[in-house]
T-cell receptor, first 114, second 114 residues
Framework: KAGVTQTPRYLIKTRGQQVTLSCSPI?????VSWYQQTPGQGLQFLFE???????NKGNFPGRFSGRQFSNSRSEMNVSTLELGDSALYLC?????????????FGPGTRLLVL | DQQVKQNSPSLSVQEGRISILNCDYT??????FLWYKKYPAEGPTFLIS?????DKNEDGRFTVFLNKSAKHLSLHIVPSQPGDSAVYFC?????????????FGKGTKLSVKP
């Protein structure tokens, strides 16, 4: 089975721009979660999608949004980029998003905002 | 306020010795704890977990200990190998919730020297 894939792997943007990141979960997985990793804050939960619906949301501003498609692929969007948005964005998938299930992470998209 | 704390940003251990990584939590609602390992340029991978009804869980060279009264858990790696060099994240959640409630610590970078 192919693992979780994320595109692009690296991205450079400038302040004020917007960006869209993509995540393809493991086949059969319906839950997709997004995390932001920064050196100062570690791994922080952004949101979780299940069956095309946002089921949980972390404590991030409205500039961060996402969606999930019928094939479970997910995208996250960050609008009006700020320097502090520079981070590694990780996507993780699991079967149904239950706490008892292992989350499988993708390699991440490293975003640099200049 | 950080609910999951890994107070040691880094740890260096000699090959063959024991590595002990520590994690403290503040939220008494947490009842399921996980450790993830992360290599550079890869996403975190699940290592081992423990439920609050246990105080120890073992998987090969990896053992996690949970002290509920102290709200403390630790990961023991015996014997440590150079391939164990990675960043280790402790995570916690309320088992009744979905994966979206996974709260991570900031990570401890383990270096195992040959």
């Amino acid at each position: 089975k192919a693992g979780v894939t994320q595109t692009p792997r690296y991205l450079i943007k400038t302040r004020g721009q917007q960006v869209t990141l993509s995540c393809s979960p493991i086949s059969g997985h319906r839950s997709v979660s997004w995390y932001q990793q920064t050196p100062g804050q570690g791994l922080q939960f952004l949101f979780e999608y299940f069956s095309e619906t946002q089921r949980n949301k972390g404590n991030f501003p409205g500039r961060f949004s996402g969606r999930q498609f019928s094939n479970s692929r997910s995208e996250m969007n960050v609008s009006t980029l700020e320097l502090g948005d520079s981070a590694l964005y990780l996507c993780a998938s699991s079967l149904d998003g239950r706490a008892s299930e292992t989350q499988y992470f993708g390699p991440g998209t490293r975003l640099l905002v200049l | 306020d950080q609910q999951v704390k890994q107070n040691s940003p880094s740890l260096s251990v000699q090959e063959g010795r024991i590595s002990i990584l520590n994690c403290d939590y503040t939220n008494s609602m947490f009842d399921y704890f996980l450790w993830y390992k992360k290599y550079p340029a890869e996403g975190p991978t699940f290592l081992i977990s423990i439920s609050s009804i246990k105080d120890k869980n073992e998987d090969g060279r990896f053992t996690v200990f949970l002290n509920k009264s102290a709200k403390h858990l630790s990961l023991h790696i015996v014997p440590s190998q150079p391939g164990d060099s990675a960043v280790y994240f402790c995570a916690a959640l309320n088992y009744g919730g979905s994966q979206g409630n996974l709260i991570f610590g900031k990570g401890t970078k383990l270096s195992v020297k040959p």
